[in-house]
């Protein structure tokens, strides 16, 4: 099976500052159509997740687009350029490539 | 607006059965991939079942082959997972989920299922 890895997996950040989390698969996760089935979820406390971005880099409808993606192969990263208040909350990184899908282990954002 | 409302969660004894429900709205249900998630409460997310839009094709996780089934009902916009040999480590609330593109586009809200004696 698909092993995702996480990093950070706490990241205190300022309000107003950068944020970055790295996502790496330990096989690739190129599909036969070209695409890679990486996606980001986040979910705040209490809530459950909601997708904020898919196929690496594509944004769903009403995600900010201070949040933006990228990689291919086995490393992937979720940014976000200036963080603010709402996105506070534990952010996934997902493979459906090959099955079963899996999930990262969940980077806990947080405020300083 | 799609909407997934899943039910069936209770406390169940170790090598009990259980049935969870999802009653899907606010889309073409026949035309989606669906699958289960589960997450223990404060960790993290596992992803436990997939079944095609036709019923046809369906993935588990290895922890839970042999004793969950997905299945679904498309003239009732409903999916379902039965559960049975149940241990400590399925403690868990289960979504139930809309698949697109390889991924879930849409969550319930999680019914939560505990296992203990």
């Known amino acids: 099976d698909v092993v995702m890895t996480q990093s950070p997996l706490s990241l205190p950040v300022t309000l107003g500052q950068p944020a970055s989390i790295s996502c790496r698969s330990s096989q690739s996760l190129a599909y036969s159509d070209g695409n890679n089935y990486l996606s980001w979820f986040q979910q705040r406390p209490g809530q459950s997740p909601r997708r904020l971005i898919y196929k690496v880099s594509y944004r769903d409808s009403g995600v900010p687009d201070r949040f933006s993606g990228s990689g291919s192969g086995t490393d992937f990263t979720l940014e976000i350029s200036r963080v603010e208040a709402e996105d506070i909350g534990v952010y996934y990184c997902?493979?459906?490539?090959?099955?079963?899908?899996?999930f990262g282990q969940g980077t806990k954002l947080e405020i300083k | 607006e799609v909407q997934l409302v899943e039910s069936g969660g209770v406390l169940v004894q170790p090598g009990g059965s259980l049935r969870l429900s999802c009653a899907a709205s606010?889309?073409?249900?026949?035309?989606?991939?669906m699958n289960w998630a589960r997450q223990v409460p404060g960790k993290g997310l596992e992803w436990v079942a997939n079944?095609?839009?036709?019923?046809?094709?369906?993935y588990y996780v290895d922890s839970v082959k042999g004793r969950f089934t997905i299945s679904r009902d498309n003239a009732k916009n409903s999916l379902s997972l039965q559960m049975s040999s149940l241990r400590d480590d399925d403690t868990a609330i289960y979504y139930c989920g809309r698949s697109n593109d390889h991924s879930t586009t849409d969550w319930g809200q999680g019914t939560l299922v505990t296992v203990s004696s």
């Open positions: 997902m493979q459906g490539t090959h099955w079963p899908y899996s």
């Open positions: 079944i095609k839009y036709d019923g046809s094709q369906k």
């Open positions: 606010g889309f073409t249900f026949s035309n989606y991939w």
